[in-house]
């Protein structure tokens, strides 16, 4: 039996995730999740590629919103849920968004710690930003993630990278979603339509990785087991020179809650 064995958000992107009991799926993936972003001076979003460092920035999910602790975990800035205000234009890959701009103590506030020039922004639910069209059903839409709404991994699939490597890692070096448990390695890979508990879902593609998986998220800096990984996972997972870990995924009508425990149930 294959059942969720962690749930994942990061309400800010490219910021450390929060582990969850449960969450609720809507229109944009799991609720608050990358709902936040940061941006350069020029309004292009900002990320674990070129900044590792965000990685050690903790979050603490409040009744009323997100504590952030910057990575000495000596100061904290608390962020709300919801924020409506004035509007900016942001970049995020070839995507322009209209977004809005938090506070200028949040951007001071970030810019000390990143030590350059940056502003917090956030997701307004008439932003609508679309899923690529080649697996948009016409009114899928996805937040600040890179281009799916959900990545799905199967621990079996994690398993099979550590018993590879000299140095076993963790998986939230992989930033995903939702995370299951039984099955075979890599079966995620062949899905199509799933469900969780009573919920369903549709996948798109397998997600082509990136370094980030390189980055240690608790130093906030890449090491060598992140490169031991990278390279282990590209003599394997390789294909038309895209290195491959996860399940990209679209929830397939509606909103529902998905649990820890819930079973997944691989329809075709």
């Known amino acids: 039996?294959?059942?969720?064995?962690?749930?994942?958000?990061?309400?800010v992107k490219g910021l450390k995730g929060i582990s969850l009991?449960?969450?609720?799926i809507d229109n944009t993936g799991l609720q608050y999740d990358r709902r936040w972003m940061l941006v350069d001076e020029t309004g292009t979003f900002m990320?674990?590629?070129?900044?590792?460092?965000?990685?050690?920035?903790k979050l603490v999910q409040t009744e009323m919103g997100f504590d952030i602790w910057e990575p000495k975990a000596k100061e904290c800035i608390a962020i709300?849920?919801?924020?409506?205000g004035s509007k900016v234009t942001v970049k995020i890959w070839n995507d322009t968004c209209e977004?809005?701009?938090?506070?200028?103590?949040?951007?001071?506030?970030?810019?000390?710690?990143?030590?350059?020039?940056?502003?917090?922004?956030?997701?307004?639910?008439?932003?609508?930003?679309?899923?690529?069209?080649?697996?948009?059903?016409?009114?899928?839409?996805?937040?600040f993630a890179d281009a799916y709404p959900i990545l799905l991994i199967g621990d079996e699939s994690m398993a099979d990278l550590n018993n590879r490597l000299n140095t076993p890692v963790n998986i939230d070096r992989f930033r995903p979603n939702l995370v299951f448990t039984g099955g075979t390695a890599f079966e995620e890979d062949t899905y199509s339509e799933f469900s969780i508990g009573s919920h369903h879902?549709?996948?798109?593609?397998?997600?082509?990785?990136?370094?980030?998986p390189g980055v240690n998220?608790?130093?906030?800096?890449?090491?060598?087991?992140?490169?031991?990984?990278l390279k282990t996972l590209a003599k394997y997972r390789t294909q038309n020179n895209k290195v491959y870990f996860g399940q990209n995924v679209l929830s397939n009508g509606g909103s529902g809650i998905v649990k820890l425990g819930d079973a997944l149930v691989n329809i075709y």
């Open 201 to 212: 879902f549709l996948a798109a593609r397998p997600c082509g990785r990136c370094k980030v």
């Open 99 to 143: 977004v809005v701009s938090y506070s200028k103590f949040a951007d001071a506030w970030f810019s000390t710690f990143l030590e350059m020039k940056c502003k917090l922004v956030y997701m307004p639910d008439d932003c609508n930003r679309a899923v690529e069209t080649e697996f948009n059903r016409g009114s899928d839409t996805v937040s």
């Open 217 to 229: 998220q608790q130093t906030g800096k890449p090491d060598k087991a992140g490169k031991e990984l």
């Open 47 to 57: 990320s674990q590629r070129t900044h590792p460092i965000m990685a050690s920035f």
């Open 80 to 84: 709300p849920k919801l924020v409506t």
């Open 1 to 11: 039996m294959r059942r969720l064995s962690q749930i994942f958000i990061y309400p």
């Open 21 to 24: 009991d449960e969450a609720l």
